[in-house]
């Protein structure tokens, strides 16, 4: 299983941003697929995830409403399109995945074992 982020960038507060996590090994049928960031000296937190073949999708509470997930099954690519975006978004953006995860463990990182090697993210004021 191997994922590549792509996306990342520089933008000003308010702008928009969509990354792209290319997704290639297997097929991904039942994988939760997310999207997590790390801040300089801050742990990885959870940003957005979502489950192949099931329509779910789960969000922060920081990001609900500015940033949604999605998945184009043609392509094998997960997106994260960022909106509003804030200074507070910088950071450096992975994106994850797990075979057969459930929904209470889909928000951990500890539950994904496959991870891209990341892109990073800048919000200016």
């Known amino acids: 299983v191997q994922l590549q982020a792509s996306g990342g960038g520089l933008v000003q507060t308010g702008e928009s941003l969509r990354l792209s996590c290319a997704t290639s090994?297997?097929?991904?049928?039942?994988?939760?697929l997310g999207w997590f960031r790390q801040a300089p000296g801050k742990e990885r937190e959870f940003v957005a995830a979502?489950?192949?073949?099931?329509?779910?999708?789960y969000y922060a509470d920081s990001v609900k409403g500015r940033f949604t997930i999605s998945r184009d099954n043609a392509k094998n690519t997960v997106y994260l399109q960022m909106s509003s975006l804030k200074p507070e978004d910088t950071a450096v953006y992975y994106c994850?995945?797990?075979?057969?995860?459930?929904?209470?463990?889909?928000?951990?990182?500890?539950?994904?074992?496959?991870w891209g090697q990341g892109t990073l993210v800048t919000v200016s004021s």
């Open positions: 090994g297997r097929t991904f049928s039942g994988y939760g």
């Open positions: 979502l489950r192949v073949g099931r329509g779910d999708t």
């Open positions: 994850a995945a797990k075979a057969g995860i459930i929904s209470s463990s889909i928000y951990h990182p500890q539950y994904y074992d496959y």
